[in-house]
């Protein structure tokens, strides 16, 4: 008789296979199910040395997937750089100076500080700190603080001396250095290229323990939520702080990885492409990116933002650029996922992907449209036939959705974070945080997908809600599909890998407002506890 090495009796398991099956008990063996069903049926896999936790009526989920962000780089920013963030405790300018002193006086003189996240419509200031406030803080470290949107930076006097630029020194093109208009002094505050000549050079990027070090934190935060893997965007820090978690054994959850699409020829040199890694670390595609953002309003829309009447959002490419570089991509061999926000980007990348599909024919593509989120019937119709699986944003009808009534207007938001018309459609839909943009926790996003309101309370979108079963699907057996792992992850059932995610209350009978209140229990990877609450 096989025994298990873990044993779960008495749940509620939601298993999300195709029927849709509740079990009370599963049995694991190696990592992987190797049996699920009503307690009778699994007792006897408990021999003297099984581990058995007695779920006393619980709840259970497969692992929790989130399909695309930028969790390695935020991690490693947190050892990088200050916190200015609202939510870190920062409601003035003496807050920024005194966060800032702090670091000030722990970092060798002459070394830059960077401070990141930086607000002024959430000071009391309702500014941005000038230069000479920044000198309040340090006259030996060059200070450069990011702001939460980017596209604007400030920066202490000797960060300017640094960079040999006076009150004489002309803006550069495409950019712009902040001057006090009447005697034409730097006042401290750069928009875009004004920054590249600041910033030394190569930088801000964090050392190999930095990347190591946030990387291993933010996905240790990220089980503690009950996200079991994530799609994460990659460069070489990213990467290689994956490869030493990896090796070490410290890697806290799954990760698979698109890389940015600017490393296509050192990869296509080395003949790395989509599939290498295994169960814990994978790379998938190549990422690329079609217009601005929607927590920015800068989405390339074909209907301009009704608080800003003539503007249409940013494309950050041409149509002509990206069929160049995704034509080398795809031809290669390499999966896309792009980034295309509004209809205008969306349409684009289709009429691209259309062509590059016809010339270049593979089976089962998965290409993925990352965020997808401004629609119409034509373009889900479009996706569908293309076979591109859109991944949309999660959390954002409720977490950014009081700020994007204004600018999108009720009747456009009906068709925006639109997983009802793409589960209508038959398309295998995923979703994601984004994180940084959004915070990570799964149930946030699940509790915005099924109640679509805003956190003010207000509805947002409502024709778009699905049901909590459908929301799942969008973080377990569908986001599992979009990196091939459908065979592995997504689901609790025979053969598959022991991940799983212990719910303080149950998800399909708690009132759907409170969604995001459950507690995470337990969350298990590969039949082993990475996170238990401290009160369990
Ligand atoms: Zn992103």
Redesign the pocket.
Known sequence: MLFADLVLLNGKIITMDAKQSVVQAVAIKFGKFVAVGENADIQKFVGKNTEVIELTGKTVIPGLIDS???FMRTGASRELFVDLSEESGIRSISDIQSRLRKKARETPRGEWIFGYQEDDSKLEEKRHPTKWELDEISTEHPIILTTVGGHFWMANSIAFEQADITNKTPDPVGGKFDRDGETGELTGGLHEEAYNLLRPEGSPNPTKEQAFKGAEQILKECASVGLTCIYD?VEKSEIQAAIDLKNTNNLPIRVRMDVTIDLLDEMDKLGIYRGLGDDWLRLCGL?FFFDGAISARTAAVSEPYLDKPDFYGVMATTKELATEILTKAYEKGYRISA?ANGDRAIEIYLDIMEELQRKYPRSDPRNRD??CTVINQKLVKRLEKLEILPTIFGPYAYYHGDKLIPAFGEERLESMFAARSFLDAGIIIAA?S?HP?APYPPLMAIHALVNRKTKSGKPIGQKQKISVIEALKLYTTHAAYHSFDENLLGSIEVDKLADMVVLGDDILSVPSEQIIDIPIDMTIIDGKTVYIKESY
Do not use: S
Request: hydrophobic share 20%; charged share 20%; aromatic share 0%.
């Open positions: 695309h962000g930028h965007l990422k980034h990352i965020h994601h984004d943009c």
